[in-house]
C-alpha cells in the first residue's frame, strides 16, 4: 500500500477546478503594466511559478476601473484590449500544468502611489490629473486614508452602482481571457474594504451605518460576480480579517461576512489583515511566522468555508502543520515565492514526495535527476574528507 502524499500534495477540487496541489502564489503588485496591459514582465513574473510548481497562480490587484488603480502601472481588465495580453499569460501557465486566478480590485481612497521602490507616497492630486487616464480617488466617505493622501470623493448611488459593474464587466473579461478563478479585493483598506470599517465609512443610508449596511456593497460585488462567472469556476474573496484600526473591522465581523460570501457562492475566503490605513502598516499583530494562520483557522471553523492562509509561512514543514492541523485549506506565498520561485518543488523534495524529479518541468527534470546520483556521491565524498582529512 503506497503511502498517501503529505496535504501539501494532495489535490484540491473547488466546483470543477482541481488544483493538483495546495500551493498558490499570492497576488503581488508588479507597476509593469502599459495602459493597464499585460507585458513581457508579467509573462516571466507569473509564468516562472508555473514552472516552480505552485498549483494556482494569483495575477496582482488588477484593476476594474482606470480610476481604482493602485499606481498608474497597474493590470487593469476595465476594457477589452486588456484581455489579450493577459491571455498569452493564462495560456503559458495552462500549458504547465498550472491554474491562473486573476485579483479584481477597485483601490478606492488608497488609488494612486508610487511604487514601493519609489517610496509607496501618496501621488498628489496634479500628478493623478496629469496622468494619461486622469483619476480621483473615490471612498464612501470624504476620509483620507492618512497624512499625505487627498480625502476621496464621497461616492454617491449612482457611482456605487457603476463600480459594481464594472466588477462585472471585469470578470466576464476574466472568463473571456482564461482564467481558472476569480478573487475579489475586499481588503487592505481598499474600495470594499473602505466600505466594510465604520473608521472609514460614516455614510448614513443604505450603504453604510449598522454591519449589514456596511457589508452591502462586498455583498451586491460577490452576488453579480458569481452570477457572471461561470458556475463550474471557483470564486475566492481575499479579507482582512481584522483591518488594524482602533474599534475597526474585527475577526468577528469577518466571520459574519465570510459566512453571507459563503451562502453567496464564495469558495474561499484569503485571509490577511490591516491596512485600512496607512497608519496600519504598523499593525499591532506581531509580524513572526505564520502570524495570520489564526484568522484563517478561526473564518475555516466559525464560518464553515474553505479558508486560504497567507503571511510568513516560509517553509513546508510550516506549511504541512497548518493544513494538517485543520487551520487552512490553501497556502499562499508571496515574497518566499520570489526568494524562491521554485518554493513547490524544493518542499516536495523536503518532504519526501518527488524524489526523481517528476514533477518538475520535463525539461527541468530530467537534468536534475541525471545529476542526483554524481551528486549524492560527491557530497558523501566531501564528507568523508571532513571526517578524515589526509595528512
Partial sequence: MTTPDPLLFQPLKLRDLELKNRIVI???????????????????????????????????????????????????????????????????????????????????????????WEGGAALTDEVMQSDAEPWQRLGPSALAAGPGWSAPR???????????????????????????????????????????????????????????????????????????????????????????????????????????????????????????TEETRALPVPRGLGFQVPFSERIRHDANVPTQAVGMIVDASQAEAVLQEGKADLIALGREALFDPYWAHHAATTLGVDPKYQRWPVRHGVWLAKRAPGLARARAQAAEQLVSPSN
Avoid at 481612497?109 to 514601493?116: H, N, Y
Avoid at 471557483?234 to 482582512?240: N, Q, T, V
Fill in 154 to 276: 464621497a461616492m454617491n448611488a449612482q457611482e456605487i452602482e457603476e463600480v459594481i459593474q464594472r466588477f462585472v464587466d471585469a470578470t466576464v473579461r476574466a472568463d473571456k481571457a482564461g482564467f481558472d478563478v476569480v478573487e475579489l479585493h475586499f481588503g487592505h483598506g481598499y474600495l470594499v474594504a473602505s466600505f466594510l470599517s465604520p473608521n472609514s465609512n460614516h455614510r448614513k443610508d443604505e450603504w453604510g451605518g449598522d454591519l449589514n449596511g456596511r457589508m452591502r456593497l462586498a455583498l451586491e460585488v460577490a452576488s453579480r460576480v458569481r452570477d457572471a462567472w461561470p458556475a463550474g469556476k471557483p470564486l475566492f474573496a481575499r479579507l482582512s480579517a481584522v483591518d488594524g484600526s482602533v474599534d475597526g473591522w474585527s475577526l468577528d465581523d469577518s466571520v459574519v461576512l465570510a459566512r453571507e460570501l459563503a451562502q453567496l457562492g464564495v469558495d474561499v475566503i484569503d485571509c490577511s489583515s490591516g491596512g485600512l
Fill in 26 to 116: 499570492s497576488p503581488m503588485c508588479q507597476h509593469a503594466a502599459e495602459a493597464g496591459r499585460a507585458t513581457p514582465w508579467h509573462m516571466v513574473h507569473l509564468g516562472k511559478f508555473a514552472l516552480g510548481g505552485a498549483a494556482l497562480i494569483l495575477t496582482e490587484s488588477t484593476a476594474v476601473d482606470p480610476r481604482g488603480r493602485i499606481g498608474t502601472a497597474d493590470l487593469g481588465l476595465w476594457d477589452d484590449s486588456q484581455i489579450e495580453p493577459l491571455k498569452s499569460v493564462v495560456d503559458f501557465v495552462h500549458a504547465n500544468d498550472g491554474a491562473i486566478g486573476v485579483q479584481l480590485a477597485h483601490a478606492g481612497r488608497k488609488s494612486g502611489s508610487q511604487p514601493l
